[in-house]
């Protein structure tokens, strides 16, 4: 059954790839979990659409929109890191969280069933 709602919130596996500091040309894998509001068509269409209109990159303010928290997220300290906007603009500046984030958006609205650490 489909359940028609305002907002659909769901948990989501996402996986950072970063170069492996200890292996050179290697990358190792983080898998961490985002809390995904689903965004529809016309909130999209808008996103995109300010995103041109200021010459910046339409993932990011996709993710801004759709991100609503995290699991697995960690500091420079090794503690868990407390989701807001501001650690979630932080953690975007580095481009193997920000593809990690947006393709496991992508593949939860493209129906795509996780992937094996992601």
Do not use: C
Request: charged share 25%; no cysteine; aromatic share 12%.
């Amino acid at each position: 059954m489909y359940q028609v709602s305002d907002q659909h919130l769901f948990w989501w596996p996402a996986t950072a790839m970063m170069p492996d500091k200890e292996k050179p040309g290697q990358f190792r894998s983080h898998a961490f979990q985002l809390y995904f509001q689903e965004l529809d068509e016309t909130q999209l269409e808008e996103i995109e659409a300010e995103a041109i209109k200021k010459g910046q990159r339409v993932e990011p303010a996709v993710l801004k929109a759709a991100v609503r928290g995290w699991k697995d997220v960690v500091g420079q300290d090794d503690s868990p890191l407390t989701f807001s906007e501001t650690n979630l603009l932080a953690a975007m500046r580095f481009a193997g969280f920000r593809v990690g984030a947006f393709r496991a958006y992508r593949d939860a609205m493209n129906g795509e069933a996780a992937r094996l650490g992601n």
